[in-house]
């Protein structure tokens, strides 16, 4: 059963379990130099040829594991007036401010994030056949 207010597909298509295994791109959040998982999950995007298609997003902004971090990628994009990018420049920070319209502690938004995360996995989990291996 879907969480409350989310609608579920009706099909899976080869298209979208390709975007869920496949993707075009990955972010990976929290990225630092001195964080082992960290070194560890951008090991293994280059491993398997995601290098380039990897953004490293962290909280300052700064290159990490020798690679320039995603605003400076999407900065420069931008400079060169690649569309896309002059698009990204104001929307996450648009969409992160828009959806605040209280003032609430740290705590409350954290869990916000986390139950909006806990929605997705739901959605992907509906995703497996029945029967399948839970992850760990």
């Known amino acids: 059963m879907a969480p409350r207010g989310v609608t579920m597909p009706a099909e899976i298509t080869a298209e979208r379990l390709t975007s869920l295994f496949r993707p075009r791109s990955v972010a990976l ?7 082992a998982f960290s070194q560890l999950a951008y090991h293994n995007q280059v491993r398997f040829g ?3 298609r990897t ?12 690679r320039p971090a ?10 060169a007036g690649h569309g896309g ?4 420049e104001s929307f996450f920070v648009g969409q992160v401010v828009g959806s605040f ?3 609430r502690p740290a705590a409350g938004i954290t869990r916000q994030i986390v ?12 995703l497996l056949p029945s ?3 839970a992850a760990p």
């Not at 953004?55 to 020798?66: A, D, I, K, P, S």
């Open 29 to 35: 959040v929290g990225a630092s130099d001195k964080s």
């Open 50 to 52: 995601y290098a380039e």
């Open 55 to 66: 953004y490293l997003v962290n909280r300052r902004g700064v290159e990490t594991h020798g």
């Open 70 to 79: 995603a605003w400076q990628r999407i900065d420069a994009a931008a400079d």
């Open 85 to 88: 990018a002059l698009k990204l």
């Open 101 to 103: 319209s209280r003032l």
């Open 115 to 126: 139950d909006d995360c806990e929605a997705r996995l739901a959605e992907l989990a509906a």
């Open 131 to 133: 029967g399948a291996p």
